[in-house]
């Protein structure tokens, strides 16, 4: 299984960027994906998740309402948009593919599979 993120960049506060991830090597649509990211000198933390089938989300309480995971089976791809984004919302960002069918998770260890990351940076 093979993860590839991008959409990354630089960006000023309040201003919008998506991530992508697209996915390979597994019946992508049998999955809930998720979105964690991880900030200098901080641990990773969950960001966004979302269901196999018909797309529940699931946030991290200071994202919501400012970012939206969504996915596109026919397209094995999963994003991130993010808007009003924050200078704290600097990090580099992860998706990842969870380890088991029809779970769905919040919690980074439960996740088998991961993509390299792609750095956003949110300036004042």
């Known amino acids: 299984v093979q993860l590839q993120a991008s959409g990354g960049g630089l960006v000023q506060a309040g201003g919008s960027l998506r991530l992508s991830c697209a996915a390979s090597?597994?019946?992508?649509?049998?999955?809930?994906m998720g979105w964690f990211r991880q900030a200098p000198g901080k641990e990773r933390e969950f960001v966004a998740t979302i269901s196999w089938g018909d797309g529940s989300a699931n946030y991290a309480d200071f994202v919501k309402g400012r970012f939206t995971i969504s996915r596109n089976n026919a397209k094995n791809t999963v994003y991130l948009q993010m808007n009003s984004l924050k200078p704290e919302d600097t990090a580099v960002y992860y998706c990842?593919?969870?380890?088991?069918?029809?779970?769905?998770?919040?919690?980074?260890?439960?996740?088998?599979?991961w993509g390299q990351g792609t750095l956003v940076t949110v300036s004042q």
């Open positions: 090597g597994r019946t992508f649509r049998n999955y809930a």
């Open positions: 990842a593919s969870e380890g088991r069918r029809f779970r769905w998770s919040r919690h980074d260890e439960d996740y088998e599979y």
